[in-house]
């Protein structure tokens, strides 16, 4: 019997930090296996625990934009490790997260404080990938927009043809009662 190898699990710390009386949030991501340290700041969140979920999704867009494999969240808010989508999306991708006391989590935790390390470029692209996992596409609500849009556009392209057809026949008119 040959015994099988596997792969050491990448392991990846996060955490979320509030700061100005909790108006504005840093979040930090350790990636242990990689030696990668990641802080940004992140706008638009009201609470702490949205900021936790945040550092979560953070950790998930990182692991695929790397396409790694094998990896583990380790997170210190319940509330963001149980969240229904992170739940769903963790799943769909194969990553592990877990729960860990906040004392564990020491170096995210500090990290979470300093100054960014990520840009305004990554926080966009963080946004955009979080509104799309929590709005999830209704194919046939879709289709009854498309085609109220291509309603409307029929209605406003009959409307730009009468229009033509009425400035035209006034100009023949015009030419008419200038000819004689």
Known sequence: MVAKISKKRNIIYVDA????????FKISMVDVENEQNHVLEIRDVTNNTEAEKFAVFYAIFYIEKHGYENCHIL??????????IIQKIIHKYAI???WIPREVNGLADTLA???PT??????NQLRLFISLLREPLDSS????????EIE????????????????????????KRAST
Do not use: P, R, Y
Not at 75 to 84: F, L
Not at 118 to 123: R, T, Y
């Open 17 to 24: 930090a509030g700061k100005d009386n909790n108006t504005s």
């Open 75 to 84: 997170c210190d808010n319940q509330s963001a490790v149980s969240d229904s």
């Open 96 to 98: 592990g997260i877990s």
């Open 113 to 115: 404080t300093q100054e």
């Open 118 to 123: 990520i840009d305004e470029l990554e926080w």
């Open 141 to 148: 609500e879709i289709i009854v927009k498309q085609k109220k």
């Open 152 to 175: 409307e556009l029929k209605n406003s392209l009959e409307q730009k043809k009468q229009k033509i057809k009425n400035q035209t026949t006034q100009l023949n008119n015009f030419k």
